[in-house]
């Protein structure tokens, strides 16, 4: 390997401040303003500030509303990351069967990227609006008793619908660039030994796509904790009752809407420990297991 | 094994034809090799039997059985592929047993024909390797012990050498003909390469442009072309072909550039005196004289090529002479360029052309 050296000693460093700057003043101030926070109670009307101590974090673990949370935000993550991965690969595999307009199907196909979450979530609420919906009615004339305004299971399936259809392009086009890293002479060796086209998925490119897909995973549990607010927000604002607010929503909820923010400093440092734990785990027992080229 | 029988094979991409209608009959247990340049559509006509490139007409049948429309895993062939198209997430063992685990044998069966192609091929210490981990020659072996288990009808060989360096190219040239010849499987082996195709072939395939110019032993070849390209393709270095005139006499041909070289057949009757035709000599089929001898001419030499226990003689028949010409000497001699030597052609190695189809008379 050949590394370039700067034989000045100030350069470097002033080369990568920038860079430095934006992570220390958008990640690490906010992050220790939050451990801080965490540790305070604030009165009503913001005249008086109290140091409590770990008081926060008892008060949140022992709260059945964040238990709660805790187990819409396991439902919501695993499923918005299977699903829009599943499909994603799905497509992509369909895609690169097409003979003729494969640039035309893949440009479409990323469209919905464009999107930003909140319209995303737009979209689905009046696509899904049990009074105007123009996909409710067909749903109910099927006998569905269509009402996520209602119902917590329907209401979870819309945003889990709306969040995965969201992330379908990102995951599309790597696993599109996966696939075409794909040796082709692999498969048709595959099919001379016998396999059929089925087979030669599952045993030698969805293996060949495990480096694809782990990085997936690892975007998607990101995106499925944090980036869904948008989407949420929008379509159900955590309800009905608090059948979908996730952890980061209700971080939202008692910080600026109950203006609980001792308390809501303490669920952003509990969800820091949770998605640095959740990374490490999955870099060090995914990872193992996936084989790069 | 089986036989394996190609009848006016064709193949377009939309309007373009790329194969003209082929034609092969390989017998059972036969080393056929098909050599061209690239792009003269050889590698195609062996997707084409594999089942991975649909054809467009004609019949192809693997074992007396017609396989047009059949899937690649239902006709019973093995392929080696130039890129050895090893599965990287596999061990070689996984890699050789791949084929026998999707025919559903049971697991101590496999691990014994696995077993058994890897000491063929000396692979033994590596079957719990990935493929990563081998060497070039190594991979290709995997690739041939993964052709080599399945005991198909036929081998299907796409150019496996042209991966590896001169030297392991000749071992494993060697080994492939010992191995084709212990196993007897039926085998069409695809090469650009004239010296492997040379070696190799009990039966050679000279295409071009889609077209199978010449099918026959590698030596019936080499001692008859069917035309210019073949005898400019066969043959290292490549036949020197020029332009000549039959003498009036009719027993001999007149080079553009002077001399006159005796022909030892009758000829045809439609190659009477004063034909233009094209004549074929190989570099290795002149003779060093002393000036003045019957029969020699003249060659002002303007480059040597040295390989050792021979030189190649790169020269004019005059020092205007469009056409060069090669001629194979012993490495020894002291030749410089500028100064002509005197040869004399092998009169029972002469080959002629018809100017305008390339075709031998």
Same mark, same amino acid.
């Given at each position: 390997m050949n590394r370039a050296t700067f034989p000045h000693r100030v350069l470097p460093w002033l080369l990568i401040a920038p860079q430095l700057l934006i992570s220390l003043v958008f990640f690490y101030w906010p992050a220790v303003q939050a451990l801080w926070q965490s540790t305070l109670r604030e009165d009503a009307f913001g005249l008086k500030t109290t140091f409590v101590g770990l008081a926060n974090f008892r008060k949140v673990l022992a709260d059945p509303a964040y238990l709660n949370a805790i187990q819409v935000t396991v439902v919501f993550s695993i499923l918005t990351a299977f699903f829009s991965m599943a499909v994603a690969l799905f497509l992509a595999v369909q895609a690169e069967k097409v003979v003729r307009g494969k640039g035309f199907y893949r440009t479409v196909l990323i469209w919905p990227y464009a999107v930003a979450p909140a319209i995303a979530g737009m979209l689905w609420l009046f696509m899904f609006?049990?009074?105007?919906?123009s996909l409710a009615w067909p749903l109910k004339q099927m006998g569905i008793d269509w009402d996520p305004l209602l119902n917590g299971k329907q209401a979870m399936g819309l945003v889990i619908a709306a969040a995965s259809w969201k992330q379908i392009s990102y995951n599309f086009l790597f696993f599109v660039a996966g696939l075409q890293a794909i040796p082709k002479s692999l498969i048709e060796a595959a099919a001379i030994d016998g396999a059929g086209s089925r087979r030669r998925f599952w045993t030698i490119v969805f293996p060949l796509l495990a480096p694809t897909s782990f990085f997936l995973l690892v975007v998607n549990g990101v995106y499925a904790l944090f980036d869904t607010f948008g989407i949420i927000h929008a379509v159900t604002g955590g309800g009905p009752g608090k059948a979908t607010e996730t952890l980061v929503y209700k971080v939202y909820n008692d910080g600026f809407v109950n203006l609980q923010l001792g308390s809501s400093a303490a669920q952003s440092v509990i969800l820091m420990a949770i998605v640095i734990g959740l990374t490490a785990f999955q870099f060090r027992f995914i990872e193992r297991r996936v084989h790069y080229g | 094994m089986a036989t394996l029988s190609l009848k006016d094979v064709r193949k377009s991409y939309g309007k373009t034809e790329v194969i003209h209608g082929v034609s092969i009959d390989v017998e059972d247990g036969e080393f056929v090799v098909i050599v061209g340049p690239s792009g003269c559509g050889k590698s195609t006509l062996l997707r084409m039997v594999a089942g991975l490139e649909a054809i467009s007409s004609g019949v192809i049948e693997i074992g007396g059985t %017609? %396989?047009?429309?059949?899937e690649p895993r239902a006709r019973d062939i093995a392929m080696v592929f130039q890129n050895y198209a090893l599965y990287p997430h596999m061990t070689v063992a996984d890699n050789m047993g791949y084929g026998l685990k999707i025919a559903g044998l049971p697991k101590a069966e496999r691990a014994e024909k696995v077993r058994r192609a890897a000491e063929m091929l000396d692979l033994l210490p590596y079957l719990d390797r990935k493929p990563r981990a081998l060497s070039g020659g190594q991979r290709q072996r995997v690739a041939m012990g993964r052709a080599l288990v399945r005991d198909p009808a036929a081998f299907l060989f796409d150019e496996p050498l042209s991966n590896l360096d001169a030297k392991l190219r000749v071992q494993m040239r060697l080994q492939i003909k010992e191995l084709q010849r212990t196993v007897g499987i039926t085998s069409l082996y695809v090469t650009h390469d004239q010296v492997e195709a040379m070696t190799l072939a009990d039966r050679l395939i000279v295409m071009n442009a889609g077209v199978a110019e010449q099918i026959d032993t590698p030596m019936a070849i080499y001692d008859r072309p069917a035309n210019t390209f073949v005898a400019g393709f066969i043959g290292s270095p490549a036949m020197n072909i020029l332009p000549a005139r039959i003498n009036a006499a009719g027993n001999g041909v007149i080079l553009d550039g002077g001399p006159e070289i005796g022909l030892p057949d009758r000829l045809p009757a439609s190659v009477g005196p004063g034909k233009t035709v094209l004549l074929g000599i190989r570099p290795e089929h002149f003779t060093l004289s002393r000036d003045g001898m019957a029969g020699s001419f003249p060659v002002v030499v303007h480059a040597v090529e040295t390989l050792g226990a021979d030189a190649y003689a790169h020269g004019r028949l005059t020092a205007v002479a469009p056409d060069s010409l090669v001629v194979r000497v012993p490495g020894h001699l002291d030749l410089h360029p500028g100064r002509p030597i005197h040869v004399v052609p092998n009169r029972d190695m002469l080959h002629l052309f018809e100017p305008e189809t390339g075709k031998r008379l």
């Open positions: 609006n049990p009074s105007f919906g | %017609v %396989v047009n429309d059949l």
